[in-house]
């Protein structure tokens, strides 16, 4: 798994990528939630 964004990348496990994204996905949505809120 290749992630990037702008001047960087990371080059990931594929398993390890899923176990990150399913630890932090929830983390990310509620943080994501609490700014829009904000906004809107």
């Known amino acids: ?4 964004a702008m001047d ?3 080059i ?3 398993e390890a990528w899923a ?3 399913a630890d932090t ?3 990310f ?3 994501s939630d ?3 809120d904000g906004l809107l």
């Open 1 to 4: 798994m290749v992630i990037g």
């Open 8 to 10: 960087f990348l990371e």
């Open 12 to 14: 990931w496990d594929a």
């Open 19 to 21: 176990r990150y994204q």
């Open 25 to 27: 996905e929830s983390a």
């Open 29 to 31: 949505a509620d943080a």
């Open 34 to 36: 609490d700014f829009l």
